[in-house]
């Protein structure tokens, strides 16, 4: 029986699931509260992990351990990497990536995690093509994309370092959980798929960007996440 985990960094990222969601249950576990029940006919259970890659990770192995979920969506907010991404579009990933690793010392290539034996990590083809799919039928006036997501533990805004993003890792945008989200769900061997709407453009712009476009931003994911459920 399929039971999605769904995750946003911020209440405003999964607060209008909570809203229409039927919640039998609410788990209190490392200061995060997870929301168990139904949302559009599916099992779910919605979280707020809290930003940043330690909060992100810790968020999807007590979603594997306690909750057993079969699939994990990501949902929220990101930096534009690829000029072809405007504030407003919508990314969905074909893999993430973490920016703020370096072992190159020892051979590994840079963003890959020693011993791990992958750099990046796959989203699921049948939930990224969904995401797609869903979101041209119920955001038809969006842009929709797929493409690379890279974390890091840190807000991006400035030129220099998107540039660095850019032509290190070939990002398409860049934001604070995804990877470590994918990073658990593929040592948990869950399927996943991060989305992301674009709030700003990742550099000395972002400041002012980010605040007003990132609640549309969220209400275009969360309609999207709840049109896919009945799907996977």
Same mark, same amino acid.
């Given at each position: 029986?399929?039971?999605?985990?769904?995750?946003g960094?911020?209440e405003?990222?999964?607060?209008?699931?909570?809203?229409?969601?039927?919640?039998?249950?609410?788990?209190?576990?490392?200061?995060?509260?997870?929301?168990?029940?139904?949302?559009?006919?599916?099992?779910?259970?919605?979280?707020?992990?809290?930003?940043?890659?330690?909060?992100?990770?810790?968020?999807?192995?007590?979603?594997?351990?306690?909750?057993?979920?079969?699939?994990?969506?990501n949902?929220?907010?990101?930096?534009?990497?690829? *000029?072809?991404? !405007?504030?407003? %579009?919508?990314?969905?990933?074909? +893999?993430?990536?973490?920016?703020?690793?370096? $072992?190159? /010392?020892?051979?590994?290539?840079?963003?890959?995690?020693?011993?791990?034996?992958?750099?990046?990590?796959?989203?699921?083809?049948?939930?990224?093509?969904?995401?797609?799919?869903?979101?041209?039928?119920?955001?038809?006036?969006?842009?929709?994309?797929?493409?690379?997501?890279?974390?890091?533990?840190?807000?991006?805004?400035?030129?220099?370092?998107?540039?660095?993003?850019?032509?290190?890792?070939?990002?398409?945008?860049?934001?604070?959980?995804?990877?470590?989200?994918?990073?658990?769900?593929?040592?948990?061997?869950?399927?996943?798929?991060?989305?992301? *709407?674009?709030? !700003?453009?990742? %550099?000395?712009?972002?400041?002012? +960007?980010?605040?007003?476009?990132?609640?549309? $931003?969220? /209400?275009?994911?969360?309609?999207?996440?709840?049109?896919?459920?009945?799907?996977?």
């Amino acid at each position: 029986m399929k039971k999605i985990g769904i995750i946003g960094a911020m209440e405003l990222e999964v607060e209008i699931l909570k809203e229409h969601m039927t919640t039998t249950h609410i788990t209190q576990k490392a200061n995060m509260e997870f929301y168990e029940g139904t949302l559009n006919g599916t099992d779910v259970v919605v979280v707020r992990s809290g930003v940043g890659k330690v909060n992100a990770a810790l968020c999807v192995q007590i979603l594997a351990d306690l909750f057993d979920v079969t699939a994990v969506i990501n949902t929220g907010v990101a930096g534009s990497l690829n *000029a072809g991404l !405007d504030i407003g %579009d919508i990314l969905v990933s074909t +893999d993430a990536l973490h920016h703020d690793v370096d $072992a190159t /010392i020892f051979g590994y290539q840079l963003g890959e995690v020693p011993q791990l034996g992958c750099r990046e990590f796959i989203a699921d083809k049948h939930l990224s093509e969904l995401a797609v799919e869903v979101c041209r039928e119920v955001n038809p006036d969006i842009k929709v994309s797929t493409g690379r997501v890279v974390s890091g533990d840190q807000f991006i805004s400035s030129k220099a370092v998107k540039e660095h993003l850019i032509q290190e890792f070939h990002g398409d945008c860049a934001e604070m959980e995804g990877a470590s989200i994918a990073h658990g769900a593929y040592l948990n061997k869950i399927p996943f798929v991060i989305i992301r *709407a674009i709030s !700003d453009k990742a %550099d000395d712009s972002a400041r002012m +960007d980010y605040p007003t476009f990132e609640k549309a $931003a969220a /209400i275009h994911s969360a309609r999207l996440v709840e049109s896919m459920l009945p799907r996977i």
